[in-house]
């Protein structure tokens, strides 16, 4: 079988933070490069996931349901970590309706809607997870050189997930990405672990990079030219063919 590729980790313009991809057109680029599915998981919401249906099987492709989740960060709530999860079937439809409404109703810190790992892993029926790559807490643990609780903390995503958790790699040329990766894969070889490669998709071609600092700033309150402003994104963040 030839190798297949396909979108895990994806922001459309529903993810109102830092997303800048139309619906029809990432559902017409996917198709056109040969993928057979996509999954959407925008930030903390599902607001397109009627939409996204609707276009991804009018296209013929497999529509994946997910979110991608503010995990709160006991160290300091100013700094939530990342946690991807997928939708498997009717069952983790319904948690992760529940988790997003949790966050909103009950776990938001400035602002910011953030679940606890403890509702997490109370609601694993029927979802499947990826780590957040670079900015979830097992990567955070790993990349400061805390290997006993990067393993502590995996331990715990494994009991409530099993199987479905996935440490996600990611290279997209950004700080820390490549020694993301290599401690990621040590410790998913020493583990057992597996691992999912995605591309924290979040525009649909490079060109689109400038208008998508352009909606971050919007979002943030800050000017393109502010020297002080976080950097987090790439011009590599965009929808990749398999290729």
């Given at each position: 079988?030839?190798?297949?590729?396909?979108?895990?980790?994806?922001?459309?313009?529903?993810?109102?933070?830092?997303?800048?991809?139309r619906?029809?057109?990432?559902?017409?680029?996917?198709?056109g490069?040969?993928m057979?599915?996509?999954?959407?998981?925008?930030?903390?919401?599902?607001?397109?996931?009627?939409?996204?249906?609707?276009?991804a099987?009018?296209?013929?492709?497999?529509?994946?349901?997910?979110?991608?989740?503010?995990?709160?960060?006991?160290?300091?709530?100013?700094?939530?970590?990342?946690?991807?999860?997928?939708?498997?079937?009717?069952?983790?439809?319904?948690?992760?309706?529940?988790?997003?409404?949790?966050?909103?109703?009950?776990?938001?810190?400035?602002?910011?809607?953030?679940?606890?790992?403890?509702?997490?892993?109370?609601?694993?029926?029927?979802?499947?997870?990826?780590?957040?790559?670079?900015?979830?807490?097992?990567?955070?643990?790993?990349?400061?050189?805390?290997?006993?609780?990067?393993?502590?903390?995996?331990?715990?995503?494994?009991?409530?997930?099993?199987?479905?958790?996935?440490?996600?790699?990611?290279?997209?040329?950004?700080?820390?990405?490549?020694?993301c990766?290599?401690?990621?894969?040590?410790?998913?070889?020493?583990?057992?672990?597996?691992?999912?490669?995605?591309?924290?998709?979040r525009?649909?071609?490079?060109?689109?990079?400038?208008?998508?600092?352009?909606?971050?700033?919007?979002?943030?309150?800050?000017t393109?030219?502010?020297?002080?402003?976080?950097?987090?994104y790439?011009?590599?963040?965009y929808?990749?063919?398999?290729?």
């Amino acid at each position: 079988m030839d190798p297949s590729f396909v979108h895990l980790h994806v922001h459309t313009e529903y993810s109102l933070v830092d997303g800048l991809l139309r619906i029809r057109p990432m559902v017409q680029a996917v198709a056109g490069s040969g993928m057979s599915a996509i999954a959407v998981t925008d930030q903390a919401n599902l607001f397109c996931l009627i939409r996204f249906y609707q276009a991804a099987l009018a296209a013929g492709i497999k529509p994946i349901a997910g979110s991608e989740l503010w995990v709160r960060n006991g160290a300091n709530a100013n700094q939530p970590f990342r946690l991807v999860v997928l939708v498997q079937d009717r069952r983790g439809y319904l948690n992760l309706t529940r988790l997003i409404s949790r966050a909103y109703l009950e776990g938001q810190h400035l602002g910011v809607p953030q679940v606890e790992r403890a509702w997490v892993a109370e609601a694993a029926e029927g979802l499947i997870a990826l780590s957040g790559g670079p900015g979830g807490d097992v990567a955070q643990a790993l990349l400061g050189g805390h290997r006993p609780e990067a393993e502590r903390l995996l331990d715990g995503w494994l009991s409530a997930f099993g199987d479905r958790y996935f440490l996600e790699l990611t290279r997209t040329g950004r700080e820390h990405e490549a020694e993301c990766v290599e401690l990621s894969v040590d410790l998913a070889a020493a583990r057992g672990v597996p691992v999912v490669a995605t591309n924290d998709v979040r525009f649909l071609a490079p060109e689109d990079f400038e208008a998508h600092e352009a909606r971050v700033c919007i979002h943030d309150g800050r000017t393109l030219d502010d020297p002080r402003r976080p950097r987090p994104y790439s011009d590599e963040q965009y929808l990749r063919t398999p290729e």
